[in-house]
């Protein structure tokens, strides 16, 4: 799972996000889900989303 469709992510799930500042080094930052912030069913750059700490950016890995 990559983080690219909406149905795979569910709040309370830990991810690698990319934030919208680290978008050109690609630097990850890992948090647990607290809202989804894309509507649509699918994004091709990843799902944005809050983290509980509330950083926004978007999913790269999804975490076990």
């Known amino acids: 799972m990559n983080g690219k469709n909406r ?3 569910t709040a309370g799930l830990k991810v ?3 934030l919208k500042k680290d978008q ?3 630097k990850l930052t890992t948090g647990i889900v607290k809202d989804l912030l894309t509507n649509s069913s699918y994004h091709p750059h990843g ?3 809050r983290l509980e ?3 926004v950016g978007r999913v790269q890995e ?3």
């Open 47 to 49: 799902i944005k989303v």
């Open 24 to 26: 050109k080094t690609g």
């Open 62 to 64: 999804i975490l076990k």
């Open 16 to 18: 690698n996000i990319v």
């Open 53 to 55: 700490d509330g950083q």
């Open 7 to 9: 149905s795979d992510i």
